[in-house]
Structure formats: C-alpha cells, structure tokens
C-alpha cells in the first residue's frame, strides 16, 4: 500500500483511534485540534465524564494493542441496579454471567489514545481550529495563534464531534442530507464520593438507576472510588425541570423527595449542580460521508444520544469497519469510501433510534413488574435457544459481529412476539409452563416474512 498525506481533524476518541490505526497502515497522519491538551490538564476521576464501554468498543481497541492497558482502567458492570423512592434495590443482569460493560474514564481513554498514536509516529497539533476545507483541491483551512494557514493532504478525516467543522463544510455542498434533533431533556454532571477510607459507598459493578418516569438519575463507578452521577431532566415546564431548580432549597427539597438514598451521598450536591450548566441532547444524522478524498465519521458523522451506551462505541467501530475495508481494497481508496458510505449509514441510523427507544425504557420502565418480568421471560428464552433468541440490549451490546440495523430489526419482531406472550393470562404465575417451542416458531416466521 502507497503511503499517503493523511489530515485528520479531531484528537478526540475516535480521531485518535483512527490515527492508530491508518499509522499501522504504515500512512503519514497528522492531526489539527481545536482544544488545549488535556493531557496537561488537571482533572478528577469523578468529576470527568465516564463512559461504558462494550464489545464493539472493546474489538478495535485490542485490535491496535490497548487491552493489557485498558484492563487497568475499566470497572466491569454486570448490570442495571435500579433504586426505588423508597431506596429499595432491583437487580437485572445485562447479559449472561460472564458479560459487563465497562465503565471508563473519558480522559483518561483518550489520553491512553493520543499516547499511542505519538508512539507510533502521529503528530497532533492542539489549539488549531478547522475554518474551512476545500473538497476539490483537499485542503483544509486552520486558525493558530492568530494566523490562517491551509494544510494539503491526500485524505482528510473530520472527526471533530458533532458540532463538526468539517461537516459544516460539506453541509454547504449539493445533495447533502442533515438532520439534528434534540430531546426535550438535558443532564447535568453531579458526584457521589468514596467514602472517607476510599470505598466505594454503592455496590461497584453495576450501574446505578433511579428511574423516575419523565427523569432520571444514573451513577458509574470511577476508579477513586467515587461516582459519576448524570441527573436527566426536562429543561422546561411546570413540573421537575432545570429551569424550576432555581434555588438551593429547592435542589435539596428535589433531591431529598425523590432521590432520598442518592442525596445522602452527595454532600457536595448543591455546589455541583450550580457549577455544571445543563446540557442538551442531540441526535445527528448526514448522508453522504464523503466529499471526494474528504470523509467524516464518528459523531460528525452521527450523533446519538447517551441511552444505549453507544455513541463511543459506534465510533470505535467506524474505525474499525473503515480499516477492514482498507485491508480489502488496498489502494483503491475510492472504492473504500464508496463501500463504507453505502454500508455504515444504515447501521448508525438504527442505533440512533435505538438509543432514543431506550430512553423511555431506563426511565419508565425498568423499574415496573411486567417490565422485569418480561425480561425473565427473555432471558429464559435465551438460555433455552440461545441461537435463535437473543436480548435486543444483548445483540446490541454483546454481538459485535451482528449490525445495529439487523439487532433492530430483530428486535421489534421479538417485541411483536413478547407482546403476544404477555398478554396470556395469569402470566406472571404460568410463564413456565409456556410452549416456547411455539415461541420461538412465531419469531422464526416474523423474520422470515421480514427478510
């Protein structure tokens, strides 16, 4: 394979995962970043967004050589613990025993990133930020210090986030498809600290949920024995929301009434919500990916909001899809991108709704009898065909080699079918006695009739 120029736009997760892997292709790459280095800025485990990582995150990353590292960094967890008003525990394992995502630290991933990718010879340059890219001539146009200056390549990847400059760029061309939308929520970042000693004060694999219907809180294990809380909130309206919590009696009030066990380990509560604004949640898509030797991937490409635990992993796999492509065909770097912009968008499309769908059920649903009960029921399905019956959360999360779009698929011909089995009566004493042959001959039929 000819070694080519390659510009990347974007040191973040993905642009520096990409990176790593077209240095290995053995490709002169370059990144342009619009932000300091974190590397060289102070920041708390717990007090930095922490993400879960899964499978098809997890793949690339061995893939390039990280697994020995990222073992050193992630807490395994084994699923959903949700938190009734009464402080009250549910368990609901997310897979089979041995199956967990991974909470990681944001920073800290992409720190152990860009140290790679300068290992193996990438040079990143910070403070620089993407004005424009000219797609014809395959130059793009950055600000530093005050001064313009345009940088030729023979690629150009933009992975700078949703908010893509490069993306931007492309949105003024012909026949580009966009879309943003945002949920009527946002979140704010909070923290649940070790305790004195340093443990952790809630149980350390599993990720914590209080579902509350139209809100939510969730928590993640960090390494320092704290945790990362994320309050889900409408921004508007005459109940909860952030525009009513306006002052410190009313976010204690609000806390202590429906968060009560969540409350009592925050001491810090009132000072971390005042000090983190509410942010929003968007989901982005766009089609095509390429403007002639230009393409954008990762969440310039598709955003998606946090619900599935997917955005990072979606951009993992980007990465790692592009680079078998590029195994395929070599050379041939028209027919790469071709093939990735006919074959990826289908794909992150799915999760994009998937994750929106899961919203509703982590604050509305996991909490409720029928809604566990139906989860037993699949479980019990799984276990007896675990061929032919897997969790859409499991395909989604533990079955990299199986895509968003064929998961969601499957997934609402298995929902038409659970709907049925639901509907027996008396169904939460005699679901095992059920002809779950029959079942799963309902489904084999649905997917048969929908291929």
């Known amino acids: 394979m000819k070694s080519k120029e390659i510009t990347i736009v974007g040191a973040g997760l993905i642009g520096s ?45 061995k893939e390039v050589g990280l697994e020995a590292e990222l073992l050193k960094m992630v ?54 930020k993407c004005v424009e890219v000219d797609f014809e001539h395959n130059l793009v146009e950055f600000s530093a210090k005050g001064k313009h200056f345009q940088v030729h390549s023979d690629l150009i990847f933009g992975t700078d986030g949703a908010f893509s400059a490069v993306r931007a760029a492309m949105q003024k061309t012909d026949r580009f498809t966009y879309s943003q939308s945002y949920i009527p929520h946002g979140y704010k970042e909070l923290i649940i600290p070790a305790s004195p000693s340093g443990d952790f004060v809630l149980e350390k694999n599993a990720l914590h949920i209080w579902p509350r219907g139209a809100y939510m809180l969730i928590a993640l294990p960090n390494l320092d024995g704290s945790f990362t809380v994320t309050l889900f909130l409408p921004f508007e309206g005459d109940g909860h929301s952030f525009e009513n919590l306006n002052s410190d009696d009313k976010i204690i009030a609000f806390f202590k009434s429906v968060f009560p066990d969540a409350s009592e380990l925050m001491p810090t509560l009132v000072n971390d919500f005042k000090a983190h604004p509410a942010s929003s949640l968007v989901t982005i898509k766009s089609y095509p990916w390429i403007r002639n030797n230009t393409m954008i991937l990762g969440d310039a490409a598709h955003a998606v909001v946090p619900f599935y635990g997917q955005g990072m992993n979606c951009g993992f796999e980007d990465c790692y899809e592009l680079n078998k492509l590029i195994e395929k065909n070599g050379d041939d770097w028209q027919r790469t991108f071709k093939e990735f912009n006919e074959s990826r968008p289908e794909n992150t499309n799915a999760i994009a709704d998937l994750a929106v769908e899961n919203f509703v059920e982590m604050r509305d649903d996991v909490g409720d009898e029928k809604f566990l009960l139906r989860k037993k029921i699949e479980a019990h399905l799984n276990s007896l065909y675990p061929e032919k019956w897997i969790p859409q959360y499991s395909m989604v ?34 679901w095992k006695n059920l002809d779950y042959d029959m079942i799963i001959g309902d489904l084999e039929e649905l997917l048969v009739q929908g291929n």
């Open 17 to 61: 995962l990409l990176s790593i892997y077209l240095r290995k292709q053995g490709h002169k790459v370059t990144i342009f970043e619009r932000r300091s280095d974190l590397r060289k800025e102070k920041m708390s485990a717990g007090k930095s967004i922490n993400l879960a990582l899964s499978d098809r995150g997890w793949r690339p990353l």
């Open 75 to 128: 807490i395994p967890m084994k699923g959903r613990l949700m938190h009734d008003t009464k402080g009250q525990l549910t368990f609901q394992p997310y897979g089979k025993e041995n199956q967990a995502i991974n909470s990681i630290s944001r920073g800290g991933l992409n720190k152990l990133l860009m140290n790679k990718a300068e290992e193996l010879g990438v040079e990143i340059f910070f403070g620089h």
């Open 397 to 430: 999360t533990f079955n990299p080699d199986m895509g968003y779009a064929e998961a969601m698929r499957t997934g609402k011909y298995q929902k038409q079918v659970m709907d049925e089995v639901m509907s027996v009566p008396n169904i939460a004493e005699t």
